[in-house]
């Protein structure tokens, strides 16, 4: 699969996640709720992982894309900043609702820039084989960190499983 196609499968699983966290939104303290969270944040930060280390990498070599990737490591750092407030504070807290929506919108700023702005100008410089390759090494990267990451806490082995469930942000 090309990295396109495949970030873009890791943009819907995440959307899916929000979207099944926002459902809850009801019910103020649930264990649903925290685990959905912690697989989100879990998923969010393996996907910035993986597109820091290797696709930012190469579309900063590149004068087309340099803006819009540093742009993205910006991006992911605020991402990662709200993760880090969200996580240890309870879901019922009156602030967790807006932050979470704040953390939403900033990913949904983030995935539209890749999509409408970065990928574009990518796949004009990469040949489809360099897309590929690059896919095939953000595969083997995220598996491998999927492999030797510990268990979330409270996690079950459906958690690592839930992105491959997804399809089009639908939660199978």
Same mark, same amino acid.
């Given at each position: 699969?090309?990295?396109?196609?495949?970030?873009?499968?890791?943009? =819907? %699983?995440?959307? &899916? #996640?929000? @979207? +099944?966290?926002?459902?809850?939104?009801?019910?103020?303290?649930?264990?649903?709720?925290?685990?959905?969270?912690?697989?989100?944040?879990?998923?969010?930060?393996?996907?910035?992982?993986?597109?820091?280390?290797?696709?930012?990498?190469?579309?900063?070599?590149?004068?087309?894309?340099?803006? =819009? %990737?540093?742009? &993205? #490591?910006? @991006? +992911?750092?605020?991402?990662?900043?709200?993760?880090?407030?969200?996580?240890?504070?309870?879901?019922?807290?009156?602030?967790?609702?807006?932050?979470?929506?704040?953390?939403?919108?900033?990913?949904?700023?983030?995935?539209?820039?890749e999509e409408h702005e970065m990928f574009p100008k990518a796949m004009e410089i990469m040949t489809p084989?360099? @897309?590929?390759?690059?896919?095939?090494?953000?595969?083997?990267?995220?598996?491998?960190?999927?492999?030797?990451?510990?268990?979330?806490?409270?996690?079950?082995?459906?958690?690592?499983?839930?992105?491959?469930?997804?399809?089009?942000?639908?939660?199978?």
């Amino acid at each position: 699969m090309d990295v396109f196609a495949l970030l873009r499968r890791d943009h =819907e %699983a995440v959307f &899916a #996640l929000f @979207a +099944h966290i926002q459902r809850g939104f009801a019910e103020a303290d649930s264990p649903e709720r925290h685990r959905l969270f912690r697989q989100l944040k879990k998923e969010l930060e393996l996907h910035a992982a993986v597109e820091d280390l290797h696709v930012y990498r190469v579309f900063q070599q590149a004068e087309p894309t340099r803006d =819009e %990737a540093h742009d &993205a #490591l910006d @991006a +992911h750092a605020k991402i990662k900043t709200l993760l880090d407030l969200l996580e240890p504070a309870p879901v019922y807290d009156h602030t967790w609702v807006p932050k979470f929506q704040e953390l939403h919108q900033l990913v949904q700023q983030h995935v539209a820039l890749e999509e409408h702005e970065m990928f574009p100008k990518a796949m004009e410089i990469m040949t489809p084989q360099e @897309a590929e390759e690059l896919g095939v090494t953000v595969e083997t990267a995220k598996q491998a960190i999927r492999r030797t990451a510990p268990p979330t806490e409270g996690g079950t082995p459906e958690d690592v499983q839930l992105t491959e469930r997804t399809h089009n942000g639908i939660i199978q």
